[in-house]
Antibody, heavy 119, light 107 residues
Framework: EVQLVESGGGLVQPGGSLRLSCAAS????????MTWVRQAPGKGLEWVSS???????TYYADSVKGRFTISRDTSNTLSLQMNSLRADDTAVYYCAKGMTNRWWTFDSWGQGTLVTVSS | EIVMTQSPATVSVSPGERVTLSCRAS??????LVWYQQKPGQAPRIVIY???TRATGIPARFSGSGSGTEFTLTISSLQSEDFAVYYCQQYNNWPITFGGGTKVEIK
């Protein structure tokens, strides 16, 4: 069974940093593209960042480019380093797994971790 | 950026009724369109991919159609567990974009 468990969320001041992690299990992590999607309170879904299975290519939404960094490692962990955080980064952050041959179709999601940016 | 527009924002339906949700893309996304279901306090769940293919475990009452810029998700006979928010997502072009969602509520 595929499991994705996010961690690392919390309260941070504007301008601060936070590192989110997503522990993956139940599938061969290195074979699948992975993505972060966020959802501000009471709002819709917003794509944040994606990384290919090899980790060789990354993609970012304009709203986070230059501030966030996505990465993955051989311990089956997806990470999102978030710097220069702003109030509008407040959201639940989900990690999501891509499908085989449809990398940007998300067939499994974690339960999410809440990031609150506030002074 | 491709803008995904969903309509209506909210639809009120009685159990057992049929409902059709719409998703429009600002330019063609071919069939690179996904539908997700999200219930309060839960993560999204994939319902339809490739515009018309049901995901694993999704009941046959869910169907998707369309290509290019116009897409629909139809639930043929609403069950209590289907009341939720539905999002469409395109992945034909970067950035990946989601529609604003349609809430299916009990009438």
């Amino acid at each position: 069974e595929v499991q994705l468990v996010e961690s690392g969320g919390g309260l941070v001041q504007p301008g601060g940093s936070l590192r989110l992690s997503c522990a993956a299990s139940g599938f061969i992590f290195s074979n699948y593209a992975m993505t972060w999607v966020r959802q501000a309170p009471g709002k819709g879904l917003e794509w944040v960042s994606s990384i290919t299975a090899s980790g060789g290519t990354t993609y970012y939404a304009d709203s986070v480019k230059g501030r966030f960094t996505i990465s993955r490692d051989t311990s089956n962990t997806l990470s999102l380093q978030m710097n220069s955080l702003r109030a509008d980064d407040t959201a639940v952050y989900y990690c999501a797994k891509g499908m085989t041959n449809r990398w940007w179709t998300f067939d499994s999601w974690g339960q999410g971790t809440l990031v609150t940016v506030s002074s | 950026e491709i803008v995904m527009t969903q309509s209506p924002a909210t639809v009120s339906v009685s159990p057992g009724e049929r409902v059709t949700l719409s998703c429009r893309a600002s330019q063609s996304v071919r069939s690179n369109l996904v539908w997700y279901q999200q219930k309060p306090g839960q993560a999204p769940r994939i319902v339809i991919y490739d515009a018309s293919t049901r995901a694993t475990g999704i009941p046959a009452r869910f169907s998707g159609s369309g290509s290019g810029t116009e897409f629909t998700l139809t639930i043929s006979s609403l069950q209590s567990e289907d009341f939720a928010v539905y999002y469409c997502q395109q992945y034909n072009n970067w950035p990946i974009t989601f529609g604003g969602g349609t809430k299916v509520e009990i009438k």
